[in-house]
């Protein structure tokens, strides 16, 4: 199996409506993909229509279009999250204590299976939709759908990975604390999350109440702009819905947090592409460095104050009379809010009032923000390892956004070499939906991404690039000891002009010194991919005074490489005019 060819949800439509396809046709073709898939991530589900069931509401929909009904979504298959209601399966919110059988399907639900589309399952993830990372379920943890050892992001795990692996046309999530956003940028994907109140939140299962929203994952802001033109509106039996508003926004002002405060957590090529959405989003308007202290003083409040108590208010009796029920990760979390005081709560209220009053000032000088979505993201062991620390990581730039009742829609910004997604997040006040979606068409535009990777069906070898300067170079001694362990070359390059190149004195065999000044030149290498079994080895054989660290290539993005510890430098020569180790050595001769 590889990367299914899909249409959009649009195209499917389209298809259906106008007699080219049918909604048993697409039926079919997508209980074909997602029984093949099952041999990748089966655990993306947590239940689903059986084929009987799917194929006699496929019928229905052609039924209905034979009739004349002119019907958006005509047999378009979608999933839905497993803590969003939908009439003939049980909502476990990844608990099978929880577990019940819903009497209706949610509002937003109802509105899709109106307009044709075909429901196929429910998805899983993160237990009570706490997490951003996706590992936290009884019914295992899905994948990032391009690299099987990365967390596919959460709480909307399944739903993501359904979208990205292309069993389905979009998938409902949720978000409270980004779960719509971070996965939908880990898997190359649109997280459009809505204004507070824009779509109704009856028949959902509430993380924190005040503050949900349910979400969708399409692969382009076509199709979030279809889904929100089907599912957006006021619901009297929602006590948290609004009237629908759309907000124009100006796109000429984009605030970005300043420099010092950015945080990327080690992952130099979210950094570098960041930077690049940067310079894609300047030639659409001017870029303002914003102080995100205040912003993300509010995401503390999320889990770092008395919302947490919301959370735990959310399970009920659960937490006290089957805690076991609970993975204990979710348990810890949510257990913090037992000792919540009701003063406390009042006085997170009342500053995170004062809070909400600068962020509303904010936009009297900007018109949207762009932050990272996510500023890295981990492989699956390292998040079961410190389940607690990575996932806040995750949510760096994320939790504050529903606290401050604003409007994000997640983008993709690019691929990490190992395929997993880095995104940013356009970021408006309430009611500005519409506006974020033309910025998002004007950004996509502009950036010109290549399409995402293509889908790991078996479990990619982890590799680690690396930048050689001087002996390992190709045709020099110690060159070996990369085709020794199947390095791959991948390309000459030059570093940023912020090194200096030394020849070590005394060196056998004749080895360079690569220093970072911060004032150089670009120095010559070259790059080599290696697994990181084979790279963790190749480390250990280098010798002091040369080390491994992270070299700046000239295009700004980074690699691993050799540098130097200072001690090198004694009696060494500079040749850092020569330009890289080649020419020194043919000096020499």
């Known amino acids: 199996m590889s990367a299914p060819f899909r249409l959009s949800a649009a195209g499917i439509a389209q298809a259906v409506q106008s007699g080219q396809s049918s909604a048993v046709a697409e039926a079919e073709a997508a209980l074909a993909r997602i ?43 979608f999933a839905v999250k497993d803590n ?44 009570f939709a706490t997490g951003l990372n996706g590992t936290r379920s009884p019914y295992g943890a899905p994948r990032n759908a391009h690299n099987l050892a990365y967390v596919s992001g959460g709480s909307s795990s399944g739903s993501a990975s359904a979208v990205a692996a292309g069993l389905v046309a979009f998938a409902l999530g949720t978000d409270t604390a980004g779960s719509g956003r971070v996965p ?41 702009r279809l889904i929100d033109s089907i599912v957006a509106g006021y619901d009297p039996a929602d006590a948290w819905s609004r009237p629908l508003a759309d907000l124009p926004r100006g796109h000429r002002t984009i605030g970005v947090p300043r420099r010092d405060q950015r945080m990327f957590f080690g992952d130099g090529e979210a950094e570098y592409l960041y930077d690049k959405a940067l310079a894609a989003l300047a030639g659409l308007g001017t870029i303002v460095e914003i102080d995100y202290a205040p912003l993300q003083e509010a995401a503390q409040l999320l889990y770092g104050g008395p919302w947490v108590a919301e959370r735990t ?55 949207v923000m762009a932050f990272p979505t996510a500023g890295t993201t981990y492989r699956v062991k390292e998040m079961l390892a410190a389940p607690i620390a ?33 995104g940013i997040t356009l970021i408006g006040p309430v009611h500005s939906d519409r506006a974020l979606l033309d910025m998002a068409d004007a950004y996509l535009a502009a950036a010109s991404l290549p399409s995402p990777p293509p889908l790991d069906l078996e479990g990619k070898m982890q590799t680690v690039k690396l930048a050689v300067v001087g002996a390992h170079l190709k045709d020099m001694p110690l060159h070996w000891q990369l085709t020794s362990r ?39 290498v070259e790059v080599y991919e290696l697994g990181v079994a084979e790279f963790g080895s190749f480390t250990v054989e280098v010798p002091p005074p040369l ?22 430098l004694d009696g060494a020569e500079d040749i850092t005019h020569l330009g890289g180790w080649r020419a020194f050595i043919a000096q020499m001769a």
């Not at 257990?335 to 997170?348: I, M």
């Not at 000044?517 to 670009?522: L, Q, W």
């Open 313 to 367: 208010a959310a399970l009920g009796d659960l937490l006290v009379s089957n805690p076991d029920a609970i993975d204990p990760t979710v348990r810890e979390i949510v257990s913090a809010g037992l000792d919540t005081k009701a003063v406390d709560l009042f006085n997170g209220i009342y500053r995170l009032a004062e809070l909400k009053r600068h962020a509303d000032e904010l936009w009297e000088g900007i018109d």
């Open 486 to 524: 199947d390095a791959k070359f991948v390309g000459a390059f030059e570093t940023a002009p912020e090194y200096r190149l030394y020849a070590i004195a005394n060196s056998v065999p004749p080895k360079p010194a690569l220093v970072h000044t911060g004032e150089g030149a670009g120095i010559a």
């Open 84 to 127: 969003i209601d939908v009439a003939g399966f049980e909502t476990t919110a990844a608990c099978p204590a929880f577990a019940y059988e819903p009497q209706a399907s949610a509002s937003v639900v109802e509105k899709l299976l109106a307009a044709g589309a075909l429901c196929v399952g429910k998805t899983n993830l993160d237990q």
């Open 547 to 568: 080390a491994i660290g992270t070299v700046t290539l000239a295009d700004g993005s980074s690699v691993k490489g050799f540098v130097a510890e200072p001690r090198a």
């Open 184 to 224: 939908a940028a880990f898997q190359h994907l649109i997280g459009f999350k809505p204004s507070k109140g824009r779509w109704s939140n009856r028949g959902l299962v509430p993380a924190c109440r005040s503050i949900d929203c349910i979400t969708v994952f399409t692969d382009d802001t076509a199709d979030a």
């Open 390 to 422: 990575l996932n806040s990581a995750l949510g760096f730039y994320t939790n504050f956004v529903n606290l401050l009742d604003m409007a994000a829609l997640a983008v993709p910004a690019g691929a990490r070499h190992n395929d997993t997604g880095f």
């Open 35 to 77: 029984a093949a898939y099952d041999a990748v991530q089966p655990q993306i589900w947590i239940s689903r229509a059986s084929p009987e069931a799917l194929l006699e509401a496929a019928r229905a929909i052609d039924a209905r279009v034979a009739a004349g009904e002119q019907l958006p979504l005509a047999g378009v298959p």
